[in-house]
């Protein structure tokens, strides 16, 4: 359990505030993930009585090479009526201190204390009388479905934007690299390896290029970090739980691309797929994570469906918003209901407007 936290402004204004959360030291040194959250100037809808607001909390992990900066998605859990928080993992983004190495770890359970951590300082180190909502992006993903499955009875629901649950070789590449790979990080665990990563995504989401979102190319590189032999065999072994199946407690919501474009050169269809994953395996592989999983595919939606353009970006939002009322409807985690509370007003609009988490 976190001390006291200290927020303070966030890099990206408008509402957002920051927290750093201590996590010890190791052989690089001080070791920190920072906890953000979005609390503007209330509507005057967050007073009406019994508002969802004080039941339902949202907590966002990015993937590999990334850091929180989408502040489209906090504003619309705000609209939703939920509490929004993301976490920038240890050595990544705001948490990234000099001399460490980017993203590194050599176990996903590592994350552990980083998710504890940021709980604690929701309010959520125990049993909590409000929901709980963990939404991840591609690594973010895989690492919150691994907790989730090690920690049952903790969330309300999980969903994941395009989570990596699978390797690009498909199981069967998987199975031949991880022995190679796991003994190359025995004798050299952080030996770079060969850069894949050609920009491409990048250059489908970066205003500076052909995309429309501004963000530190510093805390997110054109072409991604370093990857190591100990991390990737962290990865991997993550890949072969899912693919053995795991028995996620709570409803599954994995929102993913129509289409993915691997290719070695640049094309303009790379403006509307994924170009990281092979979606159709994720797909699968979403299967495997609990008894209640819905998947949904959107036409023209990038790997991070929420910084896709439109009318993807709606349509990912929209399926959130009525999945939710669904999937929530049934918690055995949701606060009893108190007097005045409003039903809900029917479907969010893809922009956040109206509705709540009812």
């Known amino acids: ?20 959360l201590p996590l010890g030291h190791d052989a690089e040194g001080e070791v920190v993930a920072t906890l953000v959250r979005y609390e503007p100037w209330p509507h005057l809808a967050d007073l009406r009585p019994g508002r969802p607001a004080e039941e339902t909390d949202v907590l966002y992990v990015h993937g590999w090479s990334d850091y929180f900066f989408q502040t489209g998605l906090a504003r619309f859990w705000h609209e939703q009526g939920a509490r929004f928080f993301a976490l920038d993992l240890r050595k990544y983004g705001r948490s990234l201190r000099p001399g460490q190495t980017p993203g590194f770890v050599d176990s996903l359970n590592t994350y552990d204390d980083d998710i504890e951590a940021a709980l604690s300082a929701m309010g959520h180190a125990e049993r909590s009388h409000r929901r709980l909502i963990l939404l991840g992006h591609s690594t973010g993903g895989l690492t919150l479905s691994l907790w989730a499955d090690r920690h049952p009875g903790r969330a309300s629901a999980l969903i994941l934007n ?47 290029l052909d995309g429309e979102w501004d963000y530190d190319l510093a805390w997110r590189p054109v072409r991604g970090f370093t990857v190591y032999p100990a991390w990737l065999t962290a990865v991997l072994a993550g890949h072969t739980r899912v693919a053995a199946g795991l028995a ?3 409803p599954v919501l994995t929102l993913l691309s129509a289409r993915s474009t691997l290719l070695p050169y640049w094309t303009p269809d790379m403006l509307g797929s994924d170009v990281v994953l092979l979606v159709q395996d994720i797909a699968v592989r979403s299967l495997r994570l609990a008894p209640t999983v819905t998947v949904a595919r959107i036409d023209g939606a990038l790997h991070d469906v929420f910084l896709s353009r439109e009318p993807a970006r709606s349509a990912a939002y929209g399926q959130v918003a009525r999945w939710l009322r669904g999937a929530l409807s049934g918690s055995s985690r949701t606060a009893p209901p108190r007097p005045g509370r409003r039903p809900s007003r029917g479907p969010l609009s893809p922009e956040g407007r109206p509705g709540s988490l009812s």
């Open 162 to 208: 395009s989570p990596w649950l699978e390797f690009q070789a498909h199981s069967a590449g998987r199975a031949m690299l991880a022995p190679l790979v796991d003994l190359q990080s025995r004798i050299e665990p952080k030996a770079a390896m060969p850069n894949v990563d050609l920009g491409f995504y990048t250059r489908s989401v970066s205003r500076t």
């Open 1 to 20: 359990m976190v001390g006291p936290v200290e927020w303070r402004p966030d890099v990206l204004g408008g509402g957002f505030q920051q927290a750093t």
């Open 248 to 250: 996620i407690d709570v």
